[in-house]
């Protein structure tokens, strides 16, 4: 890796860490409200996403690496929430990092099914993408929350990346 591309990488999480923080200060106003949804489900909810993606190169290739990632949701109905995503995959891939604005349904107890827009941020350009996945909430003592979580990229031009992994959460 040279210097330069991981300058290029800081970067870009710093480009991704200001658009997700812009996120948060800039929603609006009722986001900020306090108190549970009418079912007991915190409204605010932020996670940290470990795990592993697999990425479909331009060669038609698959790379496989880790990733990181942060999760904020916004829980503005029983049934529903809107959130935002940033992460990160390792340095063999060509993705240097992704947000995504996803909107979740919560059929049931537990489960979550969701898809939004994004951008994949690369040496060779950004690119617009769709995100869809499903994840299971468990709910541990307190606030916290552990969720397995599968996701996947469709980015604009064909190429794909999909995430399995663990999101690590807080509710407030």
Not at 69 to 93: P, Q
Not at 119 to 138: C, I, M, Q, S
């Amino acid at each position: 890796m040279t210097g330069c591309s991981v300058f290029r990488q800081g970067s870009i999480m710093i480009r991704l860490g200001i658009m997700f923080a812009a996120f948060l200060c800039y929603g609006p106003i009722s986001a900020w409200a306090a108190g549970p949804v009418q079912d007991g489900h915190s409204r605010h909810h932020v996670a940290l996403f470990l795990g592993a993606g697999v990425e479909t190169k331009r060669d038609g290739e698959n790379e496989s690496a880790f990733a990181i990632g942060g999760v904020y949701a916004y829980r503005f109905h029983e049934k529903w929430s809107i959130g935002a995503a940033i992460e990160g995959l390792g340095s063999s891939t060509i993705r240097d990092g992704v947000i995504a604005l996803p909107i979740s349904i919560h059929p049931s107890a537990g489960w979550r099914l969701f898809a939004g827009p994004g951008y994949e941020f690369t040496e060779h350009g950004d690119k617009p993408l769709l995100r869809v996945g499903a994840g299971y909430d468990f709910h541990l003592g307190g606030h916290w929350s552990i969720s397995p979580e599968i996701v996947g990229d469709f980015v604009s031009g064909g190429a794909q990346t999909w995430l399995t992994g663990v999101a690590i959460g807080y509710g407030f």
